[in-house]
């Protein structure tokens, strides 16, 4: 039998952090599907995760766990589809580490995705995005950068963590553009508005000394997190003073 412990550490911290460059988030969300994976084959075969073998994670117990996801967890097909290239991703690696398990491997990778429905992209028109963007109280500190976030994100088109991963190098003076380091190492230049850069200069102003390179941090002085930015952007919507709209329920 074949441990897991040895290649799921090779996968995670090497393969997918280092020699594939993926970004924090899809090395987390990783980590949670091997985490839950790991889980429910430790309490279908009764026996602790570090025990676990290779060959026991074969397309039925995967298929099972897809279904465990789904009707146990209530997730939704396009969250099992997430789980599903994680593993599918983890086998494709264990093809040229462990010749014993292809056919194995091949079973697995032949488990197909669900269908998705496609969604519709909601959008704000100029008077709530305007309105979105006076939420943030400008005399105060977290208000100056809220309120420069909410103006980065919207003038850049940036993901969150695009926008959380900004540091203050990439800020380039004084033509106050900024260098964006997006999915697949991408990088690319972008001019900003004068309004953006108002806002950008405002915060950088008060910003202060910290620990961390990032461009926006939280009360702590720590860097800002996707769920920090989350909750920001909940918060503003709720006291939009125009009351032109409200949160999504889903966030």
């Known amino acids: 039998m074949i441990p897991i412990a040895p290649h799921i550490v090779a996968f995670l911290r090497q ?7 993926a970004s924090q988030h899809t090395c987390d969300s990783y980590a949670c599907t ?10 279908r075969l009764r026996m602790t995760p570090s025990s676990l073998a290779l ?8 298929s099972d766990f897809l279904e465990y996801l789904e009707d146990t967890r209530q997730n939704s097909p396009g969250t099992r589809n997430v789980r599903l290239a ?5 086998f494709h690696f264990l093809e040229y580490r462990e010749p014993a398990i292809l056919e194995q491997a091949r079973r697995i990778l032949g488990i197909p995705y669900k269908k998705t429905d496609s969604r519709l992209v909601p959008y704000l028109v100029e008077e709530e995005v305007q309105a979105l963007l006076d939420a943030p109280d400008p005399s105060t500190r977290e208000g100056i950068r809220d309120r420069a976030m909410l103006h980065l994100a919207i003038c850049a088109g940036l993901r969150v963590s695009e926008l959380t991963g900004l540091q203050v190098a990439d800020v380039v003076f004084p033509s106050m553009s900024i260098r964006v380091h997006g999915k ?9 508005w004068k309004t953006t ?14 620990a961390v390179p990032e ?8 860097a800002m997190s996707r769920w920090g930015f989350a909750y920001i952007l909940r918060g503003q919507f709720k006291k939009s003073p125009e009351g032109l709209f409200t949160f999504p329920r889903n966030g």
Not at 55 to 62: P, S
Not at 197 to 210: E, F, I, S, Y
């Open 86 to 90: 994680a593993i599918r991703s983890f």
């Open 184 to 192: 697949g190492r991408r990088e690319r230049a972008l001019p900003l």
């Open 55 to 62: 060959e026991q994670l074969d397309a039925r117990l995967i």
């Open 197 to 210: 850069t108002n806002a950008l200069r405002a915060w950088m102003a008060v910003r202060g000394t910290a």
């Open 215 to 222: 461009l926006f941090v939280n009360a702590r002085g720590e």
């Open 34 to 43: 091997f985490q839950l994976l790991f889980e429910f084959a430790a309490g």
């Open 15 to 21: 393969n997918l952090a280092h020699e594939r460059g």
